[in-house]
């Protein structure tokens, strides 16, 4: 019947059907045992290992633990932020915000998503500014992670997200 619909039937026969593929690589089988060679030799050859002694359990503690220690000052930041704001979500730069600002202390080389943009750039902190997401929050981003970020999601963009979102009972 699927031949005569120009369908080939010998693919079907190696799909597995939805919702069973990962029966194909089983912890049951032990077919993963292949794979711990394989990462023993991945290592081997790059020369680069690291092993985080930590649980995932601990790992979100940690960054949880983090988040909390700089709420505060980010409420802060994110009040300042929209006590700034232009009418159109983005807060209104002035030269005054930078001056004061120590240049030899930045966030270097951060990705900056918004909704249709992606760019990497270099921000400099307030002299104030005592984590990098209070600058970032200043610049109308946060980051994805507490202390040492590297992407940063505009606000406006989590905003848009939000409403897109939204749940109406």
């Known amino acids: 019947m699927m031949a005569d619909f120009g369908m080939e039937v010998e693919t079907f026969a190696h799909t ?25 030799q991945l ?12 649980s995932w359990g601990e790992w ?23 006590s700034r704001d232009s009418g159109d979500g983005m807060p209104a730069m002035s030269d005054q915000d930078l001056s004061g600002v120590d240049t030899s202390f930045s966030i270097n080389d951060i990705e900056l998503i918004d909704i249709f943009t992606r760019t990497h750039t270099h921000l400099q902190p307030l002299p104030s500014h005592q984590y990098p997401n209070e600058t970032l929050i200043h ?11 590297s992407v940063a999601i505009s606000l406006c963009t989590l905003a848009a997200y939000c409403q897109s979102h939204r749940m109406c009972p």
């Open 43 to 54: 290592v081997d050859l790059t020369g680069h290992h690291h092993i985080d002694p930590r």
């Open 16 to 40: 597995a059907p939805p919702g069973e593929e990962g029966f194909d690589l089983s912890h049951a089988g032990s077919e993963h045992e292949a794979f711990k060679g394989l990462t023993h």
């Open 60 to 82: 979100t503690e940690d960054q949880t633990a983090h988040w909390n220690l700089q709420m505060d000052r980010l409420v802060d930041a994110y009040l300042n932020y929209r």
């Open 139 to 149: 610049y109308g981003y946060i980051g994805c992670a507490p202390m040492y970020p």
